[in-house]
């Protein structure tokens, strides 16, 4: 099967996105504040759930990391317990299990967003609210996809445009696959050459997920993930070329970092969405999908 057809074909339908987003809905549906963290190596997930909810809903996200949380916050915000949503990668599963035993134990309630359990964790959790999603080698396109679609549901009043324009693309990405790798095949044919080599890859907040899976899942060359602000430090140290997530709503505020890059020598290719930034990361994990599972040139 062809690239392009298994991206496709993981996609979920917008059947299967309605029933599997309605746990993830009642986990913020009028909640006033949510909790949000991730377990793996994938944490901007998590932050990307955070995002979408700051922005679409009425309700208020805050994104911590996981053993903050689980050592600093749930043992000590007793009457004051916000609801927490956990999104969890295979390989942040032992994670997960800690800081399960440490919410339920202080009396938060939990939702998680997650691939397939071991059968060990869902037992020992099993009163927990789980979203589970076949994880296969697609498997954080079908997580980011189905947060999108959950969070954009929710919206109401003024910001139910932006909203449903969200809910549109969300279900028909499989549609344009083909269009996205074509209008970025330039693009896509630079990062190629450049990820035989070292490299630091970098992004703009809501693309982090996108970074996040090139520096971690090609394993072609060395790759450091740093954000915008610090990534001119890695140049001497890790390599000239730099890999960038961005989008055009974002461009003010990191053509000086670029810039700077350029100025002490570095080679920038940026993957520039030109789309809303809630869901350029969609677009994002499709194209270097395509490239670390060998879409043709």
């Excluded at 986990?27 to 759930?49: C, N």
């Excluded at 789980?130 to 003024?158: F, T």
């Excluded at 394993?219 to 730099?242: E, F, G, M, N």
Aim: charged residues 25%; neutral net charge.
């Amino acid at each position: 099967m062809q690239v392009l057809e298994r991206i496709r074909s993981s996609l979920s339908s917008q059947k299967e996105l309605e029933v599997s987003s309605q746990i993830l809905r009642k986990a913020i549906e009028d909640r006033r504040y949510v909790l949000v963290t991730s377990t793996g190596v994938f944490k901007g997930l998590g932050k990307y759930l955070a995002q979408l909810v700051n922005s679409l809903t009425s309700s208020s996200a805050y994104y911590v990391e996981p053993y903050e949380l689980t050592y600093y916050i749930a043992p000590y915000d007793e009457s004051r317990e916000m609801d927490a949503v956990v999104t969890a990668t295979p390989d942040g599963y032992s994670d997960l299990y800690i800081l399960l035993d440490q919410l339920v134990l202080t009396g938060h309630r939990v939702t998680v967003l997650s691939g397939a359990l071991p059968e060990q964790l869902r037992g020992r959790f099993s009163h927990v609210d789980i979203v589970e999603v076949p994880w296969n080698e697609l498997g954080l396109l079908k997580l980011a996809q189905l947060v999108a679609y959950s969070v954009a549901s929710l919206s109401r009043g003024d910001l139910r445009r932006r909203a449903r324009r969200v809910l549109d693309e969300c279900t028909s990405l499989h549609v344009v696959a083909d269009e996205l790798v074509e209008r970025y095949r330039e693009e896509l044919g630079t990062l190629r050459s450049t990820l035989v080599r070292p490299h630091v890859v970098t992004y703009t907040p809501t693309m982090e997920v996108a970074a996040q899976l090139l520096a971690y899942g090609s394993d072609r060359s060395l790759a450091v993930l740093a954000d915008l602000p610090s990534v001119h430090a890695y140049l001497r140290r890790v390599s000239k070329d730099v890999v960038a997530f961005t989008t055009d709503v974002e461009v003010y505020s990191l053509r000086y970092h670029l810039n700077r890059v350029v100025e002490l020598g570095g080679r920038v290719v940026e993957l520039r969405l030109r789309t809303d930034p809630l869901t350029a990361p969609l677009y994002a994990l499709i194209l270097v999908y395509y490239v670390i599972l060998g879409g043709t040139q």
